[in-house]
């Protein structure tokens, strides 16, 4: 029993990490119709940071300032990589996309000598707390909530600001948006900023319960983010968040299982997952239903 | 029907000029007094691997417009296919023993060698045979699985089936690891001790080595199979694969099938990824699920965007450069004393490389900037960029520095990822663009033709 409950909020927390990933992945897809591959990259990058800043100043300052540097990170990527291919072919942006992910890891691969980096305890995270009888750290107890109050929030900027309604526009017909008067590029930078805000504070949930961060460490949850975000529709916030969550608890009971090499699938159950539902129902559980004009 | 003529010209061009690097590099192979282990020879085999896969995926994403990036997941089943049949038997207790022995105890070439003799010419014969089969077999694998996995991800659209295929590839390396299939796969052990590059040496009855074939092996297979590929791509699937590239609604309504041809196109590129996953296991004398990653697709698909998007010798011409560069000639750059001496051979060759990348790509910046008409701001960071360099470059020069600034482990790869960003963004056409080798030399010889007439005219 203990156990059972320590897997599923073990499950949950990490769900709720891959959330947070995952909101970047759906709002570029929602506007841009572009897997940001290099968004995976952006969340271990947060990490690195992280480390080399707590490294050398107090923590209060340091994690607003790895904040910040990510949000700096995201937001260069978009206008050095992706807005000068704003008319190339869609082929070509994706492309694009991946040679950033592989500069992006090749830089972390030279600054950490290719080590693996120890990510800093941050207080009240990291300690250990009893529920049900099953001994977790905070940080397991905290994601959740912190997600949830992160895409409230999000869900009423998108929904009632200037700026929200500008990128609903934007993510329904690009180009008529352009000729209503949206700044696109404008709107296309927010989500950059606001994906990778998230990203940041997703990877400060993560690596705390993780010991290492190593250049790769970004690929597969960036991933397993963008899976969530199929699963839950592409575009759709509220569907990420729970196509997060039911990958994150999936994965934690299939790593529970008793079999001889489950731990082996995990990341595997993510990729049949996924084919599944772009097999069954391509437009998941909340997409809208997107018809190709000829 | 002159169309027809020219294209069998540069077929034969084509040919030839194949048929002479492959002499050239058995001529090299046994005059050049390099040690065995020197990096040209990684470079050429690496390259002849690298250079298949490239031009299989070049076939799927270039040639029919279906953007897959399973190529890594379909050399692992080669690689693996092949590493399955090939161990010889008595090594396999060896290699399985964590196993306790393999659950397949016998050898292709064991079989053929049933056949022909195990020794001698007969033992040359049946290594041949056996190698050639478990090669095609493991083509054949990868082929089924992309027929089994093209069912349901083909219907997708661009992006979907990217990530989908992307998606088979991890499914695929995490079965292969999985300890439950140990007698057959190894676990997530690596397999070892199958025939590679280095028993395809001739050698006499005392061992010594009498003819170097190493290299020459697997540029032969690899220029066959692309061969093959671009006869595929000149014939009327060819055509049909093209078609359906430039506009899938038109090229339905021409009567192409749409789902036929694309699962053609898929297979075979699997079949022949496959093929080129057992020349990596042969290259790399060893299989292991765990170097068949998602990075290893991207690198394969850079390699194509750099040669050029649908140029067959485009992904050839960038696979060596890439090979070279990525193996040896940025090697310098990962040691902090990059250069032993101001005169050192390699340390001039770098300063000329340098002020000639430099100088070129600044240019080539600048004229694109002024024949697109676009902000003058732009045109100033170029040459900003470019006179810090060129100042570093003097100062290099001056005071006989023999150290790189930043250089240290793993700056090599940053320079080239830039490099290769540089190419992603402003020389989006790569290398060759959509154009062949042929084309360039057909154009070259005609616009010489037409300015010898020009002349004769004048007199």
């Not at chain 1, 599944?276 to 129902?281: H, T």
């Not at chain 2, 029919?64 to 161990?87: E, H, K, N, R």
């Amino acid at each position: 029993m203990d156990y059972a409950i320590s897997v599923l909020l073990s499950g949950v927390s990490v769900g709720g990490q891959y959330a947070l990933i995952a909101i970047g992945y759906t709002m570029v897809y929602g506007i841009l119709r572009l897997i940001n591959f290099a968004h995976g990259d952006v969340f271990m990058a947060a990490g690195l940071m992280m480390i080399y800043l707590s490294a050398s100043m107090p923590l209060y300052v340091a994690l607003p300032a790895a904040i910040i540097l990510t949000v700096v990170l995201g937001f260069a990527i978009e206008r050095v990589a992706y807005k000068p291919l704003r008319s190339a072919p869609r082929m070509s942006v994706m492309i694009s996309a991946i040679g950033v992910s592989y500069l992006l890891q090749n830089t972390a691969t030279y600054v950490t000598g290719g080590q693996p980096m120890n990510y800093p305890t941050i207080p009240g995270l990291s300690s250990v707390v009893e529920i049900g009888g099953a001994r977790v750290t905070w940080v397991t107890v905290i994601t959740p909530f912190l997600v949830i109050v992160l895409v409230v929030a999000l869900t009423q900027l998108i929904n009632q600001t200037k700026v929200g309604m500008a990128m609903r526009a934007v993510a329904k017909d690009f180009e008529t948006s352009q000729l209503m008067g949206i700044k696109i590029n404008t709107v296309i930078s927010i989500a950059f900023i606001i994906g990778s805000l998230l990203a940041a504070v997703g990877s400060m949930l993560y690596f705390t319960n993780y010991p290492y961060v190593t250049p790769t460490a970004g690929a597969m949850p960036g991933l397993k983010a963008f899976v969530a975000a199929v699963f839950g529709g592409i575009g759709s916030i509220p569907g990420a968040v729970i196509g997060a969550f039911i990958i994150g608890i999936c994965e934690n009971i299939i790593k529970a299982l008793p079999f001889d090499g489950a731990t082996n699938f995990v990341d595997a159950f993510t990729f049949v997952l996924l084919i599944v539902i772009l097999v069954a129902k391509p437009t998941g559980l909340f997409g809208e239903k997107a018809t190709d004009k000829v | 029907m002159l169309q027809e003529k020219k294209s069998r010209t540069g077929a034969v061009v084509g040919l030839i000029f194949a048929a002479v690097m492959l002499l050239l590099v058995i001529v090299l192979e046994n005059t050049l007094d390099l040690p065995s282990g020197h990096v040209l020879y990684s470079v050429l085999k690496k390259g002849a691997v690298y250079s298949l896969v490239a031009v299989s995926m070049n076939l799927l994403n270039g040639f029919t417009g279906l953007f897959s990036l399973g190529q890594a997941g379909f050399m692992l089943l080669g690689a693996y296919t092949y590493a399955i049949l090939t161990v010889p038997s008595d090594a396999r207790d060896a290699v399985y023993y964590l196993f306790g022995g393999s659950a397949i105890n016998f050898s292709l070439q064991e079989v053929f060698g049933a056949l022909f003799g195990n020794s001698g010419a007969g033992g040359a014969v049946s290594l041949v045979l056996g190698v050639l089969l478990a090669m095609i077999l493991g083509g054949l694998v990868a082929a089924f699985f992309a027929w089994l996995i093209g069912l349901p991800v083909l219907r997708l659209r661009s992006d979907y089936l990217a990530i989908a295929t992307l998606g088979f590839a991890e499914i695929i390396r995490a079965v292969f690891q999985w300890q439950a299939l140990g007698p057959i796969t190894n676990g997530a052990n690596m397999i070892i001790r199958f025939p590679n590059f280095s028993n395809f040496n001739i050698t006499n009855a005392d061992g010594e080595v009498v003819l170097y074939l190493s290299s020459f092996v697997p540029l032969f297979i690899a220029t066959v199979c692309i061969i093959l590929i671009v006869m595929l791509i000149n014939s009327s699937y060819g055509r049909a694969f093209k078609a359906i590239r430039e506009d899938e609604i038109a090229a339905e309504a021409m009567g192409i099938n749409l789902a036929k041809h694309k699962m053609l196109s898929f297979c075979i590129s699997a079949f022949f990824a496959g093929v080129g996953g057992a020349l990596f296991a042969m290259f790399a004398g060893n299989a292991q699920a765990m170097v068949y990653t998602s990075n290893m697709t991207y690198e394969i698909l850079l390699i194509v965007v750099i040669g050029g998007i649908g140029s067959v010798s485009g992904s050839v011409i960038a696979t060596f450069l890439y090979v070279a560069c990525s193996e040896w000639w940025l090697r310098f750059l990962d040691s902090t004393q990059a250069f032993s001496s101001p005169t050192e051979p390699t340390r001039i060759f770098f300063i000329v490389l340098f002020a000639v990348a430099v100088v070129g790509g600044a240019l080539m910046l600048i004229r694109r900037r002024r024949r697109k008409g676009e902000p003058f701001w732009k045109e100033v960071i170029v040459w900003v960029i470019a006179a810090v360099l060129m100042a570093w470059w003097v100062w290099f020069i001056v005071t006989g520095a023999l150290t790189i600034p930043f250089a240290r482990t793993g700056f090599r790869m940053v320079v080239f990822s830039i490099i290769i960003m540089i190419v992603v963004l402003f020389f989006r056409r790569g290398i060759m663009g959509d154009k062949e080798l042929t084309d360039v030399m057909a154009r070259l010889a005609k616009r010489r033709a037409v300015r010898k007439a020009g002349k004769e005219a004048e007199q």
